[in-house]
């Protein structure tokens, strides 16, 4: 059985800690510890009060993620325990030391009392697993905090610390100093005042006048379609905090908890959300760089390029504390940088995300520069330069003069040879690609590239950096476009493709926004700007027969001055101020000119072939990314897909869906359109291997 609860005695007081590292989750060997250890307690009659903590960093993280969707778990079933800890004759005393999450804050629920340190974070995060609190949360924290702000607290799944749990009333008292003695001091004295019990299954107060006040269930609806459109869980922790409130009957209230924590539970969006959970943490794990590989402390940084990607990154090393230097060719392209970021900033404040204050000590940490010469200290230094590699290898061979040894050098490029900027150098040992996504200082992706010498400790400390901004990184090979912007080539020849053969794009966009991207690639390519593909065509002095044919309706429009959503017109019309494009009959008419041009018969397109073509594409491009060992595992395809490409968390990432859809299927629609579209379709032959034998790309991972 997974981890242990010890029991020791303190006096007349039993301390329980949870034992099960790293973090403490209720696994089969801390539930019977947690029954057992009760159970003495209560035998002792020496014993007056218990005491519950946990070792380590956490207090309790909740239910134990991984034996959700086994076949059996061991061990008596949480709620068992909990009903015993609940019904215990002698108080029980919560010392929530760290983390109290999920069931953890569930199992302290039902304890008399909680007292915690003051920076453990609480929380209820099981809706953005897919689940609800399904250990009693539901009904027990409306009866504790009334129905409106427990609502507000689960559906968010965000975490408070200590004081704010006091302020709400999770919590009773914050401790300062030790807090296991701090929770014995205060079991001590309930024991003192007569060993008072407070179940809260039988406060009613304010569930009963929470009964007129049926508007916060609409309230709450209405807040979750807004901000958690498509989710399974939200309606289903609804309905049972509706139960608590209007079922008034504790029991009946569990009923209703129980049945729907089971469907969630047997929701495919369930397993694709714990999917993501695990493989977040998977994608930290280099097989060849060892969790003991050293890694350099990063205390400054320097950026190169002050414009949109550069400035982001300013911003996220400020973010996180770090003092970073940002150089721009000339004091005004300067000027105008630190503007944009400041003016950014100043957004956060006008929306209450953040405070002046907050501003300032950011801003201290940039300073601007126009020289080379005041990069040389930094730690770590990225170049965000216009992205062509005759440009980079310029800046690469500055930083060979000017940064201190062991420094890292880095490039933002999206997709460009990593090993030819660092052969400019001689230290290719140093060089690492650390692609951000724009806005930089927003989007969660760090596309961590690895170059042909790039050394494992380079790695280790790129891929710590990554986590100290609050990124997630994955690492990628060094091959053109990586992992993201290759795979993402394939998706937009396709949308290019099937516009021409019959559909509009305003029905790919629909299709696509309806599988759960926040835009599609037609919305997406007005955001971005058409301009950016066509000045490269005529800068390269490409002939128009030349332009591929998936671009030929995007450089019509540019020639019309449709650039996207800066000129107000691209694939859509923007009226003035919007972001919400309107379709414009002129560029269907204009879309099927040019198929008549291309010699293109159109005709319909349903949805279905729309989305297969879509995403298999990108889903045929991942198995030839991991067949050439591009990305480690199918997981890191997953995240880098729902990161920075806006892919549906509830489905997984397109490799997870993949799996769902059945590679077998997934294989025959690709020869299908290999026989009707030609060797695009060529299926990769991981693809063709996994499908023929009934595997999955997971099974790669297994074992
Ligand atoms: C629940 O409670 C349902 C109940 O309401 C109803 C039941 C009937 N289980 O994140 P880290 C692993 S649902 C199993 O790197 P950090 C994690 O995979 C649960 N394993 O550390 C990793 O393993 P590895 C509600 C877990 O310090 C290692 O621990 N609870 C669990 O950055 C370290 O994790 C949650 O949703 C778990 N519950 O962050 C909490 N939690 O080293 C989910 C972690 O092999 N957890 N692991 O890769 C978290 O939010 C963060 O992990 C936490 C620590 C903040 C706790």
């Not at 694709?272 to 350099?296: M, N």
């Amino acid at each position: 059985m997974k981890g242990t609860v010890h029991y020791e005695k303190k006096d007349d007081v039993a301390l329980l800690t949870v034992d099960n590292p790293p973090v403490n989750p209720l696994s089969s060997g801390v539930r019977q510890g947690l029954h057992d250890g009760v159970s003495q307690a209560l035998a002792d009659d020496a014993v007056k009060a218990i005491v519950l903590t946990g070792a380590g960093r956490a207090f309790i993280a909740g239910a134990d993620i991984s034996e959700f969707g086994a076949a059996a778990t061991q061990g008596p079933g949480l709620h068992e325990v909990l009903t015993m800890m609940e019904n215990s004759t002698k108080p029980i005393v919560a010392a929530i030391n760290g983390t109290a999450f999920g069931g953890g804050l569930e199992v302290a629920l039902c304890c008399d009392y909680r007292v915690a340190a003051p920076k453990a974070p609480v929380g209820l995060p099981e809706v953005k697993l897919g689940l609800l609190p399904g250990a009693g949360g539901t009904q027990r924290l409306p009866r504790l905090i009334g129905a409106e702000k427990a609502l507000q607290f689960i559906l968010s799944g965000d975490p408070i610390p200590a004081p704010q749990a006091k302020a709400l009333g999770i919590v009773d008292e914050v401790v300062d100093g030790d807090i296991v003695e701090g929770g014995i001091a205060y079991a001590r004295k309930v024991v003192a005042d007569g060993g008072k019990l407070r179940k809260i299954r039988d406060e009613a107060g304010k569930v009963e006048a929470d009964r007129d006040n049926q508007e916060i269930f609409a309230e709450a609806r209405k807040n979750a379609a807004r901000r958690m459109r498509g989710r399974f869980a939200p309606e289903m922790i609804i309905q049972c905090v509706e139960a608590a409130v209007n079922l008034g009957d504790f029991d009946a209230g569990m009923k209703v908890e129980q049945e729907n924590f089971r469907k969630c539970l047997e929701h495919p969006q369930r397993e694709a959300l714990i999917h993501v959970f695990f493989s977040e943490r998977e994608v930290a794990k280099i097989p060849d760089v060892p969790k003991d590989t050293p890694v350099k402390d990063i205390k400054t940084a320097g950026v190169v390029g002050c414009g949109t990607m550069g400035g982001g990154i300013t911003m996220s090393f400020a973010n996180a504390g770090i003092p970073v230097t940002v150089l721009e060719m000339n004091q005004e392209a300067l000027d105008k940088g630190l503007g944009v970021i400041k003016r950014n900033y100043d957004i956060q404040v006008s929306r209450g995300r953040m405070s002046e204050a907050d501003v300032d000590k950011r801003m201290a940490l940039i300073t601007g520069t126009t020289s080379y010469e005041d990069l040389g200290d930094a730690d770590v230094v990225i170049e965000a330069v216009y992205e062509n590699l005759d440009v980079k290898k310029e800046v690469f061979a500055k930083f060979e003069q000017v940064m201190k040894p062991g420094a890292i050098i880095a490039s933002n490029t999206s997709g460009l040879d990593i090993d030819a900027m660092a052969n400019v150098t001689s230290r290719p040992g140093d060089v690492i690609g650390l692609h951000f996504f724009s806005p930089a200082n927003v989007m969660r992706l760090l596309e961590v590239v690895r170059g042909e010498k790039t050394d494992k400790s380079t790695i280790a400390t790129a891929m710590q950096l990554g986590k100290k901004l609050g990124k997630i990184a994955v690492l990628s090979g060094n091959a053109p476009g990586f992992i993201g912007n290759r795979m993402l080539a394939g998706y937009t020849r396709q949308a290019g493709e099937i516009i021409l053969q019959g559909a509009t794009p305003y029905q790919v966009d629909k299709v696509i926004q309806q599988f759960g991207m926040p835009m599609g690639p037609f919305q997406m390519a007005d955001l971005v700007g058409l301009d950016l593909g066509w000045r490269a065509r005529k800068l390269s002095g490409m002939k128009p027969e030349d332009v591929p044919i998936t671009a030929r309706v995007a450089d019509k429009l540019c020639e019309l001055e449709r650039f996207g959503q800066k000129t107000n017109r691209g694939y859509y019309i923007y009226p003035e101020g919007s972001r919400a494009g309107q379709p414009d009959p002129e560029v269907v008419k204009l879309v099927e000119e040019t198929s008549a041009e291309l010699g293109i018969e159109r005709r319909e397109i349903d949805d279905d072939e729309v989305l297969k073509r879509c995403l298999y594409g990108l889903i045929n491009e991942g198995a030839r990314i991991l067949e050439d060992g591009i990305a480690i595992r199918p997981c890191d395809i997953d995240i880098v897909y729902i990161n920075g490409y806006g892919f549906p968390e509830v489905v997984g990432g397109p490799m997870f869906w993949a799996d769902k859809q059945g590679l077998d299927n997934v294989y025959q629609d690709i020869l299908k359109f290999q026989a009707e579209y030609g060797d695009f379709w060529k299926p990769a032959p991981l693809l063709e291997r996994l499908a023929k034998e009934g595997k999955t790309f997971a099974s790669l991972q297994q074992g």
